[in-house]
């Protein structure tokens, strides 16, 4: 009883500092592209898209799809939560959050502490939940709210989407998003 109520007690207080603006620390973790193709490249990074849209993630490609493994991206031992349930694509879905869930497709997500959370998206044949150093989730698609196959992944604290964890590594438009490159260093 005592320890629920000790780690009810710190959740509240980290809850408290982020809104009184004050951000929760959470911990550094490495990530590594998602795709072992010398050929893969980054097409989207941090507010545009690589055409000149806007976006807030990181996304990567190769032109394949349902082909390559989809790779967890952690470097180290992490526990994958897989959200599946959508049909493969290659295609797009214009439906926005009307898209299989919610736009994200078949996902995964690696929760840290302080609300921290990290996202693989738009994956084809998704396994389930899994535990695993960067080994293969499934493969490259485009379920979802999606304009072809790629994966797609984000940071974000308490629902909202942070960006400084792979351009502060240097990843810009065109980098290489081979599974053995450093693509960010995401909070956990």
Same mark, same amino acid.
């Given at each position: 009883?005592?320890?629920? !109520?000790?780690?009810? &007690?710190?959740?509240?207080?980290?809850?408290?500092?982020? $809104?009184?603006?004050?951000?929760? *620390?959470?911990?550094?973790?490495?990530?590594?592209?998602?795709? %072992?193709?010398?050929?893969?490249?980054?097409?989207?990074?941090?507010?545009?898209?690589?055409?000149?849209?806007? #976006?807030?993630?990181?996304?990567?490609?190769?032109?394949?799809?349902?082909?390559?493994?989809?790779?967890?991206?952690?470097?180290?031992?992490?526990?994958?939560?897989?959200?599946?349930? %959508?049909?493969?694509?290659?295609?797009?879905?214009?439906?926005?959050?009307?898209? %299989?869930?919610?736009?994200?497709? +078949?996902? !995964?997500?690696?929760?840290?502490?302080?609300?921290?959370? !990290?996202?693989? $998206? #738009?994956?084809? +044949?998704?396994?389930?939940?899994?535990?695993?150093?960067?080994?293969?989730?499934?493969?490259?698609?485009?379920?979802? +709210?999606?304009?072809?196959? #790629?994966? #797609?992944?984000?940071?974000?604290?308490?629902?909202?989407? *942070? &960006?400084?964890?792979?351009?502060?590594?240097? &990843?810009?438009?065109?980098?290489?998003?081979?599974?053995? +490159?450093?693509?960010?260093?995401?909070?956990?």
């Amino acid at each position: 009883m005592q320890t629920r !109520f000790l780690l009810g &007690t710190l959740g509240l207080i980290a809850l408290g500092a982020t $809104l009184l603006g004050g951000e929760a *620390k959470g911990r550094a973790a490495t990530a590594n592209g998602p795709i %072992c193709d010398p050929n893969a490249r980054v097409n989207s990074t941090t507010y545009y898209s690589c055409s000149g849209g806007s #976006h807030t993630a990181l996304d990567i490609a190769n032109g394949t799809c349902s082909v390559w493994n989809y790779r967890a991206m952690l470097v180290g031992s992490y526990r994958y939560t897989s959200y599946a349930g %959508c049909a493969n694509s290659c295609g797009s879905c214009s439906a926005g959050a009307g898209c %299989c869930n919610g736009g994200a497709g +078949n996902y !995964f997500v690696v929760s840290g502490g302080s609300g921290w959370d !990290f996202r693989q $998206l #738009h994956a084809n +044949n998704p396994s389930a939940t899994i535990t695993t150093d960067r080994g293969a989730i499934g493969l490259i698609g485009s379920t979802g +709210n999606s304009t072809g196959a #790629h994966s #797609h992944s984000d940071n974000r604290q308490y629902g909202t989407r *942070k &960006t400084a964890w792979y351009t502060a590594v240097g &990843t810009t438009c065109g980098s290489s998003g081979y599974c053995n +490159n450093r693509v960010g260093t995401p909070t956990l």
